[in-house]
């Protein structure tokens, strides 16, 4: 079964200054790879998605991110943070089937942003 | 369109107490999608219903759980002799099911936060 791990529980970045999220995923193939955002009492938000092609990804909320295959990692980058990207983030792997149903969340990563 | 909505947002019990909680997901998603989010944890997939069938379960639903979508539009789920474990952000999502998975996106309602006292 596929897993993802986010290694940052929490981070604390200044306003403006650049942001890298990271998430590595263990799966046998080229799987499903995904950026959620959830603010403090909310659902979740897709930021993007990579399903095949190009391994940098663009975004909504000036977000990117890349699939690096051989170091089975999907980090997420913003070059500028804003005081509203305050939230918890969580990078999802799902299976390239059909169904596309089984998700798997890591344990997200909190960020807080300094004024 | 509204988006999926969950209702209540909030719900106190206490333990051994029944309760329900509803999800009306996208008008034309015919997928709909249960997961649980503990304290400090990622959402954990519970159950999912393709129209009115409920396709699979996961190991996590134990037998006081169970979800329903009779006629393939809003689900409930009930947790029945609730446990103070049960304390947790109820999360439903919703999807279209077509031909690509790639285009099926998932869409999530604000959760149930359930307090098990």
């Known amino acids: 079964a596929q897993s993802v791990t986010q290694p940052d529980i929490h981070i604390t970045v200044s306003e403006g200054a650049s942001l890298e999220l990271r998430c590595n995923y263990s799966y046998g193939a080229t799987p499903y790879l995904f950026w959620y955002v959830q603010s403090p009492g909310q659902g979740l938000q897709l930021l993007l998605k990579?399903?095949?092609?190009?391994?940098l990804v663009q975004g909504i909320k000036g977000f990117e991110a890349e699939f690096k295959r051989s170091q089975s990692s999907f980090n997420l980058r913003k070059p500028s943070v804003h005081w509203s990207d305050a939230a918890e983030y969580f990078c999802a792997v799902g299976k390239p089937t059909y169904n596309n149903n089984d998700m798997r969340f890591g344990a997200g990563t909190r960020l807080t942003v300094k004024p | 369109d509204t988006g999926v909505s969950q209702d209540p947002r909030h719900k106190i019990t206490k333990r051994g107490q029944n309760v329900t909680f509803r999800c009306d997901p996208i008008?034309?998603?015919?997928?709909l999608y249960w997961y649980r989010q503990t304290l400090g944890q990622g959402p954990e997939f519970l159950t999912y219903?393709?129209?009115?069938?409920?396709?699979?379960k996961s190991r996590l639903l134990s037998d006081r759980f169970s979800a329903e979508r009779p006629k393939g539009s809003f689900s409930t789920l009930e947790i029945q002799r609730t446990e103070q474990g049960d304390s947790a952000m109820y999360l439903c999502?919703?999807?279209?099911?077509?031909?690509?998975?790639?285009?099926?996106?998932?869409?999530f309602g604000p959760g149930t936060r359930l307090t098990v006292l």
């Open positions: 999502a919703s999807s279209k099911h077509g031909r690509l998975a790639r285009d099926n996106e998932q869409f």
């Open positions: 990579y399903f095949s092609g190009d391994t």
């Open positions: 008008s034309e998603h015919n997928r």
């Open positions: 219903f393709q129209n009115e069938a409920q396709l699979e």
